[in-house]
């Protein structure tokens, strides 16, 4: 009876940890139902190079349609977020890596709901025009320490800098998905939790590491260096002055000699004054004596 409970329990888990989507050959994905729910090497069938790939030759929910638009939506985050747009290439594969986990992970119900359909009005920049749009609605959760570190590798580059949104994980991560519903036909509401949610295994880079050969040890394109212009883990510690104590350079011996020889300059001048005070008035008061002595005896 328990080993029966133990397959049940194992294989409900098993349900659960399947796809969300499906992503047909254009349009808006599907709420994943039947076969479609189940992961498979996808990769079989894809026309484009790997857009993921961690994801390539192992079972996941990226169809070749989804692996199609992400290979070229990519072309645009390394253009809006890299180095050659006054970026930073490793922001530019976090986010690659994000997007990924978030369309092709095989537990891909672990961290993406599928809500609805919807039509929305949103603005066209290609044809500067609003238009009415099919999405499909998901929600979708963030680990928020994940949320940080990929947040903390962009938050300097200058396309971040100059909008509102670029002030915090949250926003970064709603500005992403909105920017990009024309390419994916997806409303995507985001909420960065502190348990639970997308997250993975190794963490995103920080925005200071080298990768010499042009790429990352899971096959993420990283061709350059970010500087400290727009990384601030790149930035070299200040060097902080210290003032000292307030003794720093004081010669005691010195003051001490100083301050003895103003003492005995002021008591000798003191001296001085009171010796020739005494002695004026000393010649002073002989002098009237010598007077009175003359005035006597002339009188006689």
Not at 144 to 161: G, M
Request: charged share 15%; proline share 5%; aromatic share 14%.
């Amino acid at each position: 009876m328990l080993r029966t409970l133990f397959l049940l329990s194992c294989l409900a888990l098993t349900v659960y940890s399947d796809c969300a989507l499906y992503n047909p050959s254009g349009g808006p994905p599907q709420n994943a139902t039947g076969d479609q729910r189940t992961p498979r090497d996808y990769s079989k069938e894809w026309k484009d190079p790997p857009a993921c790939p961690d994801f390539y030759g192992v079972d996941s929910c990226c169809t070749d349609y989804a692996n199609s638009a992400a290979y070229y939506n990519y072309q645009k985050i390394r253009t809006a977020f890299g180095n050659a747009a006054a970026g930073c290439d490793i922001c530019a594969a976090n986010i690659e890596r994000f997007f990924c986990y978030y369309s092709c992970h095989p537990q891909q119900d672990k961290f993406v709901t599928f809500i609805g359909y919807d039509i929305i009005t949103i603005w066209n920049d290609t044809s500067n025009t609003e238009v009415d749009m099919n999405v499909t609605v998901v929600n979708i959760t963030y680990n928020a320490n994940q949320a940080c570190q990929l947040f903390q590798s962009c938050s300097k580059i200058a396309f971040l800098t100059e909008i509102s949104a670029g002030g915090s994980a949250q926003g970064f991560f709603t500005f992403l998905f909105d920017r990009g519903i024309l390419e994916s036909y997806t409303k995507v509401n985001v909420a960065v939790v502190n348990e639970g949610g997308l997250f993975f295994d190794p963490p995103p880079h920080r925005c200071n590491e080298t990768f010499p050969d042009g790429y990352d040890d899971l096959g993420y394109q990283i061709p350059g260096n970010c500087s400290c212009n727009f990384c601030q883990d790149s930035c070299e510690p200040l060097q902080f002055v210290p003032y000292g104590n307030i003794t720093d350079g004081f010669n005691s011996s010195s003051v001490v000699m100083g301050y003895l020889f103003a003492i005995l300059l002021t008591v000798g001048v003191t001296f001085y004054n009171v010796f020739k005070k005494q002695r004026s008035q000393n010649q002073s008061s002989s002098y009237s004596q010598r007077t009175l002595l003359h005035n006597d005896s002339t009188s006689r």
